[in-house]
């Protein structure tokens, strides 16, 4: 049963990943990569990464897909006509995929099973152990200060952001930086000109 869903779930981002390859509107790739995602979150959880699986789900389906999503949408009725890609490239397109799933499958015939792959398949089961108290442990210990770090650097990239966004006030920065070119230059009284 659980060979079936992964094949399942493959053969669902495959024709995904093919949907998004050839279609030419963005709005129908955008969709298709939602069903890519899901399919990527699937094989995770089946693989027993469940916290990737939901990390995968929560970050990229619900976040930064949805607002390509409302992007694509907002261009569309801006623009009064479906927004097309031009296929540019499709050499380039077609070499380097290939490249690399025969470079993914060389790696992957080398590698080792790890060890609760060997123990599921001795036992004929599924491990069933979750992920997330293993990985919520280490970066509380091992990793605190990474995880420390990337949180204040998001902070700061958060701050900035808004700052960036917010409109500027009236009166204009308190003192300028350079003279616009062409400006006149201005003196002030007691300095040589």
Known sequence: MVQFL????AALTLAAALVILFTRNLLYAAFSLIFCFLGVAAIYVLSGADFLGVTQIVIYVGGVLILLIFGVMLTNRISAGPVLTGLHNQFLGYALPL??????LGTLGQLALPDWALRAEATGGLVQQ????????????????????AGLLLLLALIGSALLASPASEQGPATPLAPSPGAPSSTQPGTPS
């Open 99 to 104: 490249g690399l799933l025969v470079l993914l």
């Open 130 to 149: 979750s992920t997330v108290a293993p990985i919520g442990l280490q970066l509380m210990t091992q990793y605190i200060l990474a995880f420390e770090l």
């Open 6 to 9: 992964f094949y399942a779930f």
